[in-house]
C-alpha cells in the first residue's frame, strides 16, 4: 500500500476512533490542501484532501444514523453503526452505509441498512426497465411493490427463511430491511413504516 494510503487510513483511524469529525477537523485539513497545492506539493494536497472526506463523510454518517428509527414499543435494538467505504478503498464517496439491528418479541432479527450508491441497485433498477427480468425475479418469490413512496421489492426465500425488502430511493440510495423468520414480513414492514425515507434522499444525493 502506498504510503499516501497509509496516512489516509491513519487520519480515518484516528476520526474514527473520536466518535464523530468535528468541523474543525475538515477546515484545517482543508487549508493545509491549499497550502500544500500553492506550494507544489501534489502529493500532500490529496493527502489532506483525502483527510477532509473523511471527516466530512463521518459526519454525513452520524447524520444518517440519526434517521434509523427508534426500535418500538416492546422492541429492543443494537446500537447503529457506520462505515465509510472510501476508508478501506472502495469508492470516492461512494458506500457510505449505517445499519441497526431490531429485535421484536418472539425472537427474530431485524436488520435495517441504508447504502448511499449501493452497487446493487442496478439489479434492480434493471428489473424496473426490463418485464423479462421482473418476470423472472417474480418467479423466485421476489415481487415489485411500493414503500414510503418509492419502488421496492419484497422477497420471501423458503429455503434460507429470510423475508427481505428492499427501497430504491431516490436515484441512488438502496434501504434494505430483512428478518430471519418466516413470519417477518409483518415486522418487516413495522420498520419500513418507520423510516423518512425522502429525509434519508435529501442527506445522502
Known amino acids: 500500500m502506498r504510503r499516501t494510503g497509509m496516512l489516509v487510513l491513519m487520519v480515518a483511524g484516528a476520526l474514527l476512533a473520536a466518535g464523530v469529525a468535528s468541523a474543525d477537523t475538515v477546515t484545517e485539513a482543508m487549508a493545509l ?88 441497485l442496478a439489479t434492480y433498477r434493471m428489473a424496473l426497465a426490463n418485464p423479462m427480468i421482473a418476470q423472472a425475479m417474480g418467479q423466485e418469490g421476489m415481487n415489485k411493490t411500493t414503500t414510503c413512496g418509492y419502488d421496492s421489492f419484497e422477497e420471501f426465500s423458503d429455503e434460507d427463511e429470510i423475508y427481505q425488502l428492499a427501497i430504491l430511493a431516490g436515484n441512488a440510495t438502496l434501504i434494505m430491511i430483512e428478518g430471519d423468520q418466516p413470519g417477518d414480513g409483518e415486522h418487516v414492514r413495522t420498520i419500513a413504516g418507520a423510516l423518512n425515507c425522502a429525509g434519508i434522499v435529501d442527506l445522502v444525493e
Open 33 to 120: 490542501a491549499g497550502q500544500a497545492y500553492a506550494d507544489g506539493d501534489y502529493k500532500e494536497t490529496s493527502t489532506q484532501l483525502q483527510a477532509a472526506l473523511v471527516g466530512v463523510n463521518q459526519m454525513l454518517i452520524d447524520l444518517l444514523i440519526g434517521y434509523l428509527p427508534a426500535p418500538p414499543d416492546d422492541w429492543t435494538a443494537d446500537d447503529p453503526e457506520g462505515l465509510d467505504a472510501s476508508v478501506i478503498g472502495m469508492g470516492f464517496f461512494a458506500g457510505l452505509t449505517v445499519s441497526r439491528n431490531y429485535y421484536p418479541p418472539g425472537g427474530s432479527r431485524i436488520e435495517l441498512s441504508v447504502a448511499a450508491n449501493s452497487p446493487m
